[in-house]
């Protein structure tokens, strides 16, 4: 069975320092990874996605993700954090041996401070 | 393209009536997937189609559920009756693989009130 851990429901930082959001994951075979973000009373945008290419991943508005097999991680990263990066955050996992369905993880809900 | 496009965006009812939520999938994508979000259960699955077959219904609560996709262009979420506990935020989304797994694109959600 497939899971995904979100390590943090929370997460403040204040605009121009980097963001970290961590994201553990379980699965049976080679994993497709993704991050989703999700505004105020919006719908989830895909902000990268990870499926056995590089595994350092470049993604929309400065965000990357690094996928550490050997860890079962794949945390998202921001060099600098900008105000309309607030929203929630929510890391996706995904392989064939589940049917190739999503396991969505529980989201983190980003807050930067002016 | 305009993307996933979902109706009505707000719907508030009152207990026993029927809802019907519906969606436009992207055109030419192959998969559709309805899903509620909830502050207690966070994202969960409904139901998902594969050009236009229901494939895997085990998320959907209970028989006052049901989901149609009668043709590659639209699908409806219908609720009868209603009950408080189901409001929530309902998602549909779509992609573009033949199979679930690949990356999907969801709607703007419709916020249900059931009073």
């Known amino acids: 069975a497939q899971s995904v851990t979100q390590l943090d429901s929370h997460v403040s930082v204040s605009e121009g320092t980097p963001v970290l959001l961590r994201c553990n994951y379980s699965?049976?075979?080679?994993?497709?990874l993704f991050w989703y973000v999700q505004h105020p009373n919006k719908g989830l945008q895909l902000l990268l996605k990870y499926t056995s290419a590089a595994t350092l991943v470049k993604g929309i508005n400065g965000f990357e993700a690094e996928f550490k097999k050997s860890e079962t991680s794949f945390h998202l990263t921001k060099p600098s954090a900008h105000m309309s990066d607030a929203a929630e955050y929510f890391c996706v996992v995904s392989d064939r041996n589940a049917g190739n369905m999503l396991t969505f993880g529980g989201g983190t809900r980003l807050m930067v401070k002016p | 393209d305009a993307g996933v496009i979902q109706s009505p965006r707000h719907e508030v009812t009152e207990m026993g009536q029927e809802v019907t939520l519906r969606c436009k999938p992207i055109?030419?994508?192959?998969?559709l997937f309805w899903y509620r979000q909830t502050m207690m259960r966070g994202l969960e699955l409904l139901i998902y189609?594969?050009?236009?077959?229901?494939?895997?219904d085990s998320g959907m609560p209970e028989d006052r559920f049901s989901a149609k996709m009668p043709n590659a262009s639209f699908s409806t979420l219908k609720i009868q009756p209603s009950e408080p506990r189901d409001s929530a935020v309902y998602f549909c989304?779509?992609?573009?693989?033949?199979?679930?797994?690949?990356?999907?694109?969801f709607g703007p959600g419709t916020r249900l009130t059931v009073l």
């Open positions: 989304a779509s992609s573009p693989t033949p199979t679930p797994g690949g990356e999907q694109f």
């Open positions: 189609f594969n050009n236009n077959v229901p494939i895997d």
């Open positions: 699965s049976s075979y080679s994993p497709s």
């Open positions: 055109s030419g994508h192959n998969s």
